[in-house]
């Protein structure tokens, strides 16, 4: 688990404090950046989410030893609390379905073992994903915050897709069939109901609920406040993996842009100038692999409220500096 130090970077920065990253400049950037590179995530023991807030997992893997696995998962004292699943979207491939998870030691634990079990019997290949299902009861039926979400995914969702390719540099090949982008659409369902003006929860739903096979589906989503197993936001997009530290991170994140998106802190003047400065350039898939440092930095400074998430989310994102055009593209190792 944790161990916080082992690094350096956190002799530059207090990992507990909320430092302004996007005004970083000069040598500070640079020293900072240098930190970073040679910093290494490890699987944390909790990531300090309110306890309401809940989260599954669905592992993807292909050319899977399904008998072996099945074998070696039933032999652990969680097995019942995650369920093999096929699915025929994947090559010789299975789904792994967590239960309904929260954000505590046993949780992280689980995850941890189930990978490595799983690690040794499939593999991530190009039709792999690595789904996420979030209560959507963080936003409540909070037009507003629903609004703030959607905006802010669409103007943002270069950077988004960027980290949650995980551990390679680039998409899985199927990405557009199964988990599009949608930051255009998105962009325009926001400007529609503003537009509109008075628009309630059940409208905005109904108008989300078409876009499917996206990066994020809400057919599950429903105009209610309360938990419910089947009330869930599932992000489509991140690649497959079966690093635990990669799976908890992107975790991390999404829950953090769901909480923020229901802030009273939301920062609409910052939003919106970058929006007019992508001016729509951006959603091409294309681009989505490429390093847009400032727009990054700003996007962390806004999402997270301490240094120990920005680093997580900035390493991840950045990969070692390195681009490449080709799909499913491993990256530099950045996981311990």
């Known amino acids: 688990m944790f161990s916080e130090n082992n690094y350096d970077i956190f002799k530059f920065l207090n990992k507990t404090d909320n430092d302004n990253l996007s005004k970083m400049s000069g040598l500070d950037l640079q020293e900072f950046l240098i930190y970073l590179n040679n ?27 399904e008998k072996r696995l099945r074998n070696k998962l039933s032999k652990t ?31 992280w634990d689980d995850l941890s073992k189930v990978c490595h079990i799983v690690s040794k019997f499939s593999k991530i290949d190009i039709h792999s994903g690595g789904h996420i299902h979030i209560g959507a009861h963080i936003l409540n039926n909070n ?25 390679f540099l680039t998409e ?52 209610l406040d309360h938990i419910d197993y089947m009330n869930t936001i599932e992000f489509r997009a991140p690649n497959g993996s079966v690093d635990a530290v990669i799976w908890q991170n992107n975790v991390n994140f999404l829950v ?27 959603y091409d ?23 120990l998430d920005k680093v997580y989310f900035l390493r991840q994102y950045l990969k070692s500096f390195n681009t490449c055009d080709k799909k499913l593209i491993k990256a530099k190792r950045f996981t311990k």
Not at 43 to 56: A, C, I, Q, S, Y
Not at 99 to 107: A, E, F, G, V, Y
Not at 151 to 166: A, C, M, P, T
Not at 210 to 219: L, M, V, W
């Open 39 to 65: 910093y290494y995530l490890e699987l944390r023991d909790n990531l300090g989410f309110p306890f309401k807030v809940t989260f599954g997992l669905e592992i993807e893997v292909e050319k899977v030893k």
């Open 256 to 282: 953090k842009l769901l909480l923020y998106s229901n802030s009273d802190k939301f920062n609409y003047d910052i939003v919106n100038r970058r929006a007019f400065i992508n001016n729509n350039k951006y």
């Open 143 to 167: 037009v507003n915050s629903w609004l703030n979400f959607i905006k802010l995914w669409s103007v943002y969702e270069n950077v988004i897709f960027r980290f949650l390719y995980g551990s």
């Open 285 to 307: 898939l294309d681009y989505y692999s490429e390093i847009f440092l400032d727009q990054v930095l700003e996007f962390c400074d806004m999402i997270f409220t301490n240094n």
């Open 172 to 223: 899985r090949p199927t990405i557009e069939s199964y988990a599009r982008p949608m930051a255009e659409n998105l962009y325009n369902e926001y400007i529609d109901f503003q537009i509109s003006g008075d628009v309630d929860t059940r409208h905005l739903f109904k108008e989300l609920y078409k876009y499917s096979n996206s990066a994020i589906n809400f057919a599950n989503v429903k105009p």
């Open 77 to 107: 004292s969680f097995y019942n609390l995650w369920k093999l699943v096929d699915d025929f979207s994947l090559d010789r491939g299975i789904e792994i379905n967590s239960s309904i998870l929260r954000d505590i030691p046993s949780s």
